[in-house]
């Protein structure tokens, strides 16, 4: 195998690599997988709008995030059961992370508790929260993590079910023998550990609340600190509820089309909820970001920054927490090249004008001779 070059490497040395059930876990999504090919192909429909004679010999690719000053706008998503990629799982992606200094999102379903990623060293971490019907596990689980330190709660909330991902139904998903779900550890919540189709989808099934609505969202404010972004919008009207409802920010998100299939994709979904949330709160997006470009074109399009889920999952099966730092650092490099190209200095200076979209007017056409 020759040097890898770009992040989207990745997956295929993780397909070689993982157990069969591992990988269609990690790499699938929803159904006919319509949205899993356009998150990725809506990216190659937005072109540049570079420009020139800029001095670019300073680039300057830091934010701030909720207040949390970050080394650039690429963070990382959460994403299940890091574990069944390597041994080391989420505390490879959280030493990742912050050697990256940048944030990471620890998922609900983590095979490492709060409390163990918090063990690995200072960092930026938000907690991406599923809601169970058992609300006292809900309760004490926010506690915990804003014990732990973590800083913000990413909320799903387009996860009522679970999406019909036809491969785990086939392999018969389960978590593998020895991982668990380590946030819930010690409770009686049932295992996902048999299944006559998908175990997440049962254990889904059984354990989240459908009920979830909006003024579960003040519930949730009123018993933490921790502001919350709520992950899964893709339309303009739920982007207005989210900040009346105290949102402190929204993550665009199809679940990494693992959902309902036949959403668009979230680049193309982004500018209507940013036109929604009306620069009251931040917009962020996560869906097919796979290169320093596809990074540029969403903050183009509004967003104040992006996270990245498979690549984290794929990387961390083949190299473990060096595959996910290089995966930061090919993003990080290839955002500031296109940024340098673009003729950008700051984040600031990245505007709507240097991205051109199939749904934009046509402009600068020659007027018709008659
Ligand atoms: C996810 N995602 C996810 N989201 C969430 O809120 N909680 C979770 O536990 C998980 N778990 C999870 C596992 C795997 C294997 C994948 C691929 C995705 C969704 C994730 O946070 C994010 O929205 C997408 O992964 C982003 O798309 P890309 O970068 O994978 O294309």
Request: aromatic share 8%; proline share 4%; hydrophobic share 45%.
């Amino acid at each position: 195998m020759g040097e890898i070059t770009n992040v989207t490497e990745y997956q295929a040395i993780a397909k070689e690599k993982l157990p069969k059930m591992v990988y269609d876990y990690y790499a699938s999504g929803a159904e006919d997988q319509w949205t899993l090919a356009e998150n990725r192909n809506a990216f190659s429909r937005i072109l540049f709008r570079p420009r020139i004679l800029i001095d670019v010999s300073r680039i300057d690719m830091t934010t701030t995030v909720l207040g949390f000053k970050i080394s650039m706008p690429i963070m990382i998503a959460p994403t299940a059961m890091q574990k069944m990629a390597h041994p080391d799982g989420e505390y490879a992606t959280a030493r990742a992370a912050s050697s990256a200094g940048t944030i990471m999102t620890l998922s609900s379903w983590a095979t490492s508790s709060v409390e163990e990623v918090a063990s690995t060293g200072p960092g930026i971490r938000f907690f991406q929260l599923y809601v169970y019907k058992d609300r006292n596990v809900v309760a004490q689980l926010v506690r915990r993590a804003e014990r732990a330190g973590f800083k913000a709660i990413a909320l799903t909330v387009d996860t009522p079910r679970l999406g019909r991902r036809e491969s785990d139904i086939k392999n018969r998903f389960v978590l593998p023998p020895g991982l668990t779900l380590k946030n819930f550890e010690g409770l009686d919540l049932g295992k996902m550990d048999e299944a006559n189709d998908s175990g997440l989808a049962s254990y889904v099934a059984g354990q989240i609340d459908r009920t979830l609505s909006w003024k579960d969202v003040k519930w949730l404010q009123s018993i933490t600190s921790m502001p919350i972004l709520v992950k899964g919008v893709l339309t303009a009207e739920d982007a207005r509820i989210a900040v009346q409802s105290g949102a402190a920010g929204i993550i665009v998100s199809n679940h990494g089309a693992r959902q309902l299939d036949y959403v668009p994709s979230t680049i193309m979904a982004l500018e209507e909820v940013v036109k929604g949330a009306q620069g009251r709160i931040p917009v962020f997006l996560d869906g097919g970001v796979r290169r320093g470009t596809d990074v540029f074109k969403a903050l183009a399009l509004g967003a104040a920054g992006i996270f990245i889920g498979r690549p984290v999952v794929f990387s961390l099966a083949a190299e473990g927490e060096a595959g996910v730092r290089k995966v930061l650092q090919m993003l990080r490099d290839e955002f500031e090249l296109t940024m340098a190209l673009s003729g950008c200095r700051s984040l600031s200076e990245i505007t709507r004008n240097h991205v051109v979209t199939e749904w934009d007017a046509p402009r600068g056409l020659p007027a018709p001779r008659l």
